[in-house]
């Protein structure tokens, strides 16, 4: 199932060049696949960290296609995978589309950990609701 949101591209995010400065991509990623992630997960950042369960990127890959302008209006899409090497892990592919053109497209892999440290794990229910995910080698990626 891909998820999306529409957002539009804020005047403190455009550089010198006219063009948004390439730091804010994955934050607009972020904003789309945290609201994924309480929505359709159910996992809320916030009440699973006063549980003590974190959830932390370990990895992500992010290509630079083409620019967004101040005031442009664009769609990010993210879509769950499960990892192919059967580790605890989710990978988020997403995407930022505007007239129907990538713009930046990334995978971004995430695990949860224990407060107090341990090993990477999922939570039995987020881990029940990946089991039919797509599964994703993030080795593969390029």
Not at 32 to 51: M, N, S, T, W
Not at 99 to 122: E, H, I, Q
């Amino acid at each position: 199932m891909e998820y999306s949101k529409i957002y539009k591209v804020k005047e403190e995010h455009i550089d010198v060049q006219g063009i948004m400065d390439g730091l804010y991509y994955p934050f607009y990623m972020e904003w789309c696949r945290h609201d994924y992630i309480k929505e359709v997960l159910g996992f809320d950042f916030a009440e699973e960290a006063a549980k003590g369960v974190h959830m932390v990127l370990s990895q992500y890959t992010l290509k630079f296609l083409r620019s967004l302008k101040k005031d442009d209006e664009f769609t990010v899409t993210c879509e769950l995978h499960a990892d192919a090497g059967g580790q605890p892990r989710l990978h988020f592919k997403q995407s930022i589309i505007m007239n129907g053109k990538v713009m930046t497209s990334a995978v971004f892999t995430g695990t949860c950990v224990a407060a107090a440290g341990g090993r990477p794990y999922l939570p039995a229910e987020m881990a029940e609701k990946v089991k039919d995910a797509p599964k994703l080698d993030i080795a593969t990626l390029k």
